[in-house]
């Protein structure tokens, strides 16, 4: 079995039961993106690696990309499929590979983008690997990983309860432990919005994640908490272990490369290959 299969699989059966549609709002995918811009994508071939149900492809879609691909290992794919139909877009392709192989025909996309999957893989560094790979020369690449630095409530309560819930069938993780689990901590995000302008909360943990989350409802935090706790593996990754990955690229403009903090617990990160 592929080193990634049993985590393509937990995810397949969380993305293959969720209703039509994206579970991500605009806003959302633009903040995941940011900084590539419908710019960046307008007109160019692009390709995201870890599609999953297509919930950022029918978002990028809108930006009128040339070319659209979507690569997942699991069977998500289906669901990607359907969504991508509904949507009504033109010139997309969903692909089923194992993305850390993937290697593209011809020069590379002109975009390349990863959000939220290297972090679960056996071996991240493949997962950057393929990231740059599929970018032609030119071209950019984006990423956003789990970071450890501000993470550790989850490092150290929610992480060891993933360790031992993962194994269990996803119904039972999303409805007998993810909601109990997540309705603490959608009360805490809730009031820590309301209560966002007294000094005091703007220390409490997870704040700036709590101010992002809190404008969604109750099942989407249902949702987050299931992705958290149904994957057998998952990394927390420090900046330092970004910036060597970048540095590790002879073919990256160094002088193109970013390293973004997102909500206080996650890294956006990319650059632009050389021409």
């Known amino acids: 079995m592929n080193n990634d299969q049993k985590t393509a699989d937990a995810f397949a059966e969380s993305w ?16 995941w993106m940011s900084p590539i811009t419908q710019t960046d994508a307008q007109g160019k071939s692009v390709l995201e690696l870890g599609c999953g149900n297509a919930s950022l492809l029918v978002h990028l879609a809108a930006w009128n990309p040339a070319v659209l691909h979507g690569v997942d290992l699991g069977d998500s794919v289906l669901s990607a499929e359907i969504n991508m139909k509904k949507a009504g877009y033109r010139n997309w392709k969903i692909i089923k590979a194992d993305l850390t192989e993937f290697d593209c025909e011809g020069p590379g996309y002109d975009l390349v983008y990863c959000i939220g999957v290297i972090h679960h893989l056996k071996n991240l560094k493949k997962g950057v690997d393929a990231l740059v790979r599929n970018t032609k020369k030119g071209g950019q690449f984006h990423g956003w990983v789990y970071a450890r630095e501000g993470n550790g409530v989850i490092v150290y309560i929610v992480d060891p309860l993933r360790k031992v819930v993962s194994r269990l069938p996803w119904w039972l993780t999303k409805y007998f ?34 101010l992002w ?37 002879d073919e990256i403009d160094q002088n193109s490369t970013y390293i973004i903090m997102r909500n206080g617990n996650s890294w956006k990160f990319g650059g632009r290959k050389k021409l």
Do not use: C
């Not at 709002?25 to 633009?30: C, L, S």
């Not at 220390?203 to 709590?210: E, H, K, M, V, W």
């Not at 908490?225 to 927390?236: E, G, H, M, N, S």
């Open 16 to 31: 293959n039961h969720l209703p039509d549609g994206s579970v991500y709002t605009r806003d959302q995918f633009e903040d």
């Open 177 to 210: 432990v993810a909601v109990p689990l997540v309705l603490p901590y959608f009360l805490y995000a809730k009031t820590i919005n309301a209560l966002r302008e007294v000094s005091w909360v703007r220390r409490l943990p997870l704040y700036q994640y709590s």
């Open 213 to 249: 989350i809190a404008k969604r409802e109750f099942a989407f935090f249902r949702h987050v908490a299931f992705d958290q706790l149904v994957t057998p593996q998952t990394r927390y990754i420090r900046r330092s272990q970004i910036e060597a990955w970048l540095k590790s690229y």
